[in-house]
């Protein structure tokens, strides 16, 4: 069973950073889309950046494109998301999700909805005052 445990949340001001971690486990080896959503209090849930384990390849909403870096930590499936410059929009319960192996490098680049993956962590809250 495929279990995804978020960590790396808290509080800054805006300008700072925060680097969070999604630990993944129960995977058998097949490339997957690993992805980050956010979602804020009475808001939809925000696709954020998708990492394909197959080629490394990535993908960014323009809302955190060039501010946002998704990245596979030492041990795989398992990917962290750097953010810098943060801003009080940012701020949002932060999701990592998985597919169960579909993924492709065409396929992760066209999973941007919450309905596109399959397991997901229990979230870890960022908040950015001013």
């Known amino acids: 069973q495929v279990q995804l445990v978020e960590s790396g949340g808290g509080s800054v001001q805006a300008g700072g950073s925060l680097r969070l971690n999604c630990a993944a486990s129960?995977?058998?080896?097949?490339?997957?889309?690993m992805a980050w959503f956010r979602q804020a209090p009475g808001e939809e849930r925000e696709w954020v950046a998708t990492?394909?384990?197959?080629?490394?390849?990535?993908y960014y909403a323009d809302s955190v494109q060039g501010r946002f870096s998704i990245s596979q930590a030492n041990a795989r499936n398992t990917i962290d998301l750097q953010m810098n410059s943060l801003k009080p929009e940012d701020s949002a319960m932060y999701y990592c999700?998985?597919?169960?192996?579909?993924?492709?490098?065409?396929?992760?680049?066209?999973?941007?909805?919450?309905?596109?993956?399959?397991?997901w962590g229990q979230g870890t809250q960022v908040t950015v005052s001013l």
């Open positions: 129960g995977y058998t080896g097949r490339p997957n889309c």
């Open positions: 999700a998985t597919d169960y192996g579909r993924g492709s490098r065409d396929y992760c680049y066209s999973s941007r909805a919450a309905r596109d993956y399959d397991a």
């Open positions: 990492f394909y384990t197959g080629d490394r390849s990535t």
